[in-house]
Antibody, heavy 118, light 110 residues
Framework: QVQLQESGPGLVKPSQTLSLTCTVS??????????WSWIRQLPGKGLEWIGY???????YYNPSLKSRVTISVDTSKHQFSLKLSSVTAADTAVYYC??????????WGQGTTVTVSS | QSVLTQPPSASETPGQRVTISCSGS????????VYWYQQLPGTAPKLLIY???QRPSGVPDRFSGSKSGTSASLAISGLRSEDEADYHC???????????FGGGTKLTVL
C-alpha cells in the first residue's frame, strides 16, 4: 500500500525559501499513471493546490504561485520536492503531498505544518 | 477566496440526510468531473467521491455525489456522529490549467 510522508523545516524566516520533500513508500514515483501534487491549507481555510509533477519532470503550477514555486522529482530516491521562494507570513500553512490518479487525489501524506516567522 | 463556492457550515441530526453544495463555473464544474474529500478533525483529507458520483472502495453507500450544470452536491444519508468533518469539493479548471477547491464545509452532527 502506497504511503506518502512529508518532511522539512517547520519554521522558515520571511523572505527565505521553504523546502519540503515527500517520500513515497510502497510504490514508485516512476509509474506513468500518476502525477504527484503539493497542496496546502492555510489556517482555518480551505485547500489550495500548489502544483504537481509527472515522473518525467513535467510540471503544472497554480498560476497564483507559479513565480515562486518549483517542484522536482528524484525517481532514484522515490521522492518529490517543493520549493517556495520569498515566503511571507501568508505562506504559513499545513502542506500536504498527494498522489493524483484518474480517481483524483487518492493518497495523501499526513501533512506538515510550516510557520513563517522571524 | 476559493474558486469553488461551498457553504461554510451545515448541520443535521443523526439518522437524517444532509446535502452540501459546491458551485463553480463553465471552466471547471461545468466541463469537468467533481471530486469530494472528507477531512476528519486533525487529519489529512481523504478521497470520498471521484468522477462526480463514484465511491472508492471502503466508502459507505450513504455518501453520494451528483452534478448539474456548474454545480455539484454531496449527499450523506443516515448521518452518524463519525461523519462530523470538513468536506471539500474539487475540480480541474480549464482556464487556470490547475486544480481548484471549494472553501470547505464543516458538517456538525447535532
Amino acid at each position: 500500500q502506497v504511503q506518502l510522508q512529508e518532511s522539512g523545516p517547520g519554521l522558515v524566516k520571511p523572505s527565505q525559501t521553504l523546502s519540503l520533500t515527500c517520500t513515497v513508500s510502497g510504490g514508485s514515483v516512476s509509474i506513468g499513471d500518476y502525477y504527484w501534487s503539493w497542496i496546502r491549507q492555510l489556517p482555518g481555510k480551505g485547500l489550495e493546490w500548489i502544483g504537481y509533477i509527472y515522473y518525467s519532470g513535467s510540471t503544472y503550477y497554480n498560476p497564483s504561485l507559479k513565480s515562486r514555486v518549483t517542484i522536482s522529482v528524484d525517481t532514484s530516491k522515490h521522492q518529490f520536492s517543493l520549493k517556495l521562494s520569498s515566503v511571507t507570513a501568508a505562506d504559513t500553512a499545513v502542506y500536504y503531498c498527494a498522489r493524483n490518479s484518474s480517481f483524483g487525489m487518492d493518497v495523501w501524506g499526513q501533512g506538515t505544518t510550516v510557520t513563517v516567522s522571524s | 477566496q476559493s474558486v469553488l463556492t461551498q457553504p461554510p457550515s451545515a448541520s443535521e441530526t443523526p439518522g437524517q440526510r444532509v446535502t452540501i453544495s459546491c458551485s463553480g463555473s463553465s471552466s471547471n464544474i461545468g466541463v469537468n468531473d467533481v471530486y469530494w474529500y472528507q477531512q476528519l478533525p486533525g487529519t489529512a483529507p481523504k478521497l470520498l467521491i471521484y468522477r462526480i458520483n463514484q465511491r472508492p472502495s471502503g466508502v459507505p453507500d450513504r455518501f453520494s455525489g451528483s452534478k448539474s450544470g456548474t454545480s455539484a452536491s454531496l449527499a450523506i444519508s443516515g448521518l452518524r456522529s463519525e461523519d462530523e468533518a470538513d468536506y471539500h469539493c474539487a475540480a480541474w479548471d480549464d482556464s487556470l490549467s490547475g486544480w481548484v477547491f471549494g472553501g470547505g464545509t464543516k458538517l456538525t452532527v447535532l
